[in-house]
């Protein structure tokens, strides 16, 4: 099989972990016989330094024309000066919506060996294994009109929150979907107590559980589901919300696992889907072969599962992840007393070899 993938590393210790996602991705090219043909974009940060915006139409074309696009990270603070226009995270939510990514799947499930790493008991977090689907372009995040403006002598800041029946629709269906080739459980979160938006996002997800009669739906306050993640996360398998509690809930759940840097992602409903790990450009650790590249190598086996259909080829990468943990080897943000210390570089080779 040959694909395009359009590469955007972006800032920080994006350039390092999708450098190591691009060694395993030409490791099972080479293990299966398939060609991966990158063509390296600029967005964020970098791109405002070799070109004044933060996502040229270069890239958007690049994107466009490839099988699937994969990020690093973008953002630092050389950049949290500038006007909102140009911040390099702008880059992200355009990618989004040019490409038309409406769902972000956010999987977090702890593997066994890293049971330990976690804040929370061993008990209430061994097998835990949660897909939160989060709506990814609507909501309070592009809702209009947003600005600041001086109002009775003082400054106000505004956001709009609002969702339209069609954009809660096709995330509904996202969900079931997904849902349906799992344990068949749903679990809709808003905060229809307070929220006009939620309202109306609740009587869509009620309308589209009638064509998924299999599926077990319930609903959930966001407060409260932030809560349950940490009481009994067990509870939940498919959870489905929209942007704002989504962007919080994921990273929530993310921790669950011990570390943000072990999270992979999946941003689907255009024709070209893109992924990415869920941690940022963690300028504290930029440049020190310190990142963990897991959660990038983890999202290149999403995209092999999900845009490309090769199921076996994306196991054998969960598998090989699976077994250097076990095998007791651990970047800084999941290193526990008794285990072995590698670098971003490292840990690349070791999940290579076992691939
Ligand atoms: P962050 O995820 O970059 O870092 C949070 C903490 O987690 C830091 O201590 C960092 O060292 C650690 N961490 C993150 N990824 C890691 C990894 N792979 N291995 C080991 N440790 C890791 O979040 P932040 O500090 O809030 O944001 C830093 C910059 O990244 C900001 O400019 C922010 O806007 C941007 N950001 C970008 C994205 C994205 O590109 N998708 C997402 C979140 C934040």
């Given at each position: 099989?040959?694909?395009?993938?359009?590469?955007?590393?972006?800032?920080?210790?994006?350039?390092?972990?999708v450098?190591?996602?691009?060694?395993?991705?030409?490791?099972?090219?080479?293990?299966?016989?398939?060609?991966?043909?990158?063509?390296?974009?600029?967005?964020?940060?970098?791109?405002?330094?070799?070109?004044?915006?933060?996502?040229p139409?270069?890239?958007?074309?690049?994107?466009?024309a490839?099988?699937?696009?994969?990020?690093?990270?973008?953002?630092?603070?050389?950049?949290?000066?500038?006007?909102?226009?140009?911040?390099?995270?702008r880059?992200?939510?355009?990618?989004?919506?040019?490409?038309?990514?409406y769902?972000?799947?956010?999987?977090?499930?702890?593997?066994?060996?890293?049971?330990?790493?976690?804040?929370?008991k061993?008990?209430?977090?061994?097998?835990?294994?949660?897909?939160?689907v989060?709506?990814?372009?609507?909501?309070?995040?592009?809702?209009?009109?947003?600005?600041?403006?001086?109002?009775?002598?003082?400054?106000?800041?505004?956001?709009?929150?609002?969702?339209?029946?069609?954009?809660?629709?096709?995330?509904?269906v996202?969900?079931?979907?997904?849902?349906?080739?799992?344990?068949?459980?749903?679990?809709?979160?808003d905060?229809?107590?307070?929220?006009?938006t939620?309202?109306?996002?609740?009587?869509?997800?009620?309308?589209?559980?009638?064509?998924?009669?299999?599926?077990?739906?319930?609903?959930?306050?966001?407060?409260?589901?932030?809560?349950?993640l940490?009481?009994?996360?067990?509870?939940?398998?498919v959870?489905?919300?929209?942007?704002?509690?989504?962007?919080?809930?994921?990273?929530?759940?993310?921790?669950?696992?011990?570390?943000?840097?072990?999270?992979?992602?999946?941003?689907?409903?255009?024709?070209?889907?893109?992924?990415?790990?869920?941690?940022?450009?963690?300028?504290?650790?930029?440049?020190?072969?310190?990142?963990?590249?897991?959660?990038?190598?983890?999202?290149?086996?999403?995209?092999?599962?999900?845009?490309?259909?090769?199921?076996?080829?994306?196991?054998?990468?969960?598998?090989?992840?699976?077994?250097?943990?076990?095998?007791?080897?651990?970047?800084?943000?999941?290193?526990?007393?008794?285990?072995?210390?590698?670098?971003?570089?490292?840990?690349?080779?070791?999940?290579?070899?076992?691939?």
């Amino acid at each position: 099989m040959k694909k395009v993938i359009t590469v955007i590393p972006g800032d920080g210790i994006g350039k390092e972990v999708v450098e190591g996602a691009l060694h395993v991705l030409n490791a099972v090219a080479k293990k299966f016989g398939h060609t991966f043909e990158y063509k390296h974009a600029l967005a964020g940060g970098a791109a405002l330094d070799a070109t004044g915006i933060p996502l040229p139409e270069e890239t958007l074309s690049l994107a466009r024309a490839s099988d699937a696009v994969l990020l690093g990270a973008v953002g630092g603070p050389k950049w949290d000066v500038n006007p909102q226009h140009l911040k390099p995270e702008r880059a992200l939510l355009g990618l989004r919506k040019e490409l038309g990514l409406y769902a972000n799947i956010r999987p977090a499930k702890i593997y066994s060996a890293l049971v330990d790493a976690s804040s929370l008991k061993k008990e209430i977090v061994d097998g835990v294994d949660i897909i939160v689907v989060r709506e990814l372009t609507g909501g309070l995040y592009f809702g209009k009109p947003s600005g600041f403006e001086t109002r009775n002598g003082e400054q106000v800041g505004f956001n709009t929150m609002i969702y339209s029946e069609s954009e809660v629709r096709r995330i509904a269906v996202s969900a079931f979907e997904i849902a349906r080739k799992r344990k068949k459980r749903l679990c809709s979160v808003d905060k229809a107590n307070v929220l006009e938006t939620s309202q109306l996002w609740r009587k869509i997800v009620l309308e589209v559980a009638r064509q998924y009669p299999d599926i077990e739906l319930s609903h959930m306050y966001v407060d409260n589901c932030s809560m349950q993640l940490i009481r009994n996360p067990k509870q939940f398998d498919v959870i489905v919300t929209e942007n704002l509690f989504g962007d919080i809930l994921s990273d929530e759940a993310a921790m669950l696992t011990g570390s943000i840097g072990m999270l992979a992602s999946a941003s689907l409903g255009g024709t070209v889907a893109m992924y990415e790990p869920v941690h940022g450009s963690a300028p504290d650790i930029a440049g020190q072969n310190k990142a963990n590249p897991i959660a990038t190598i983890a999202s290149v086996a999403m995209m092999l599962k999900y845009s490309f259909d090769l199921g076996a080829e994306a196991d054998a990468i969960e598998l090989a992840i699976e077994t250097v943990l076990s095998k007791g080897y651990r970047t800084g943000d999941i290193y526990t007393e008794g285990m072995t210390l590698l670098g971003t570089k490292e840990m690349t080779e070791k999940i290579i070899a076992f691939i």
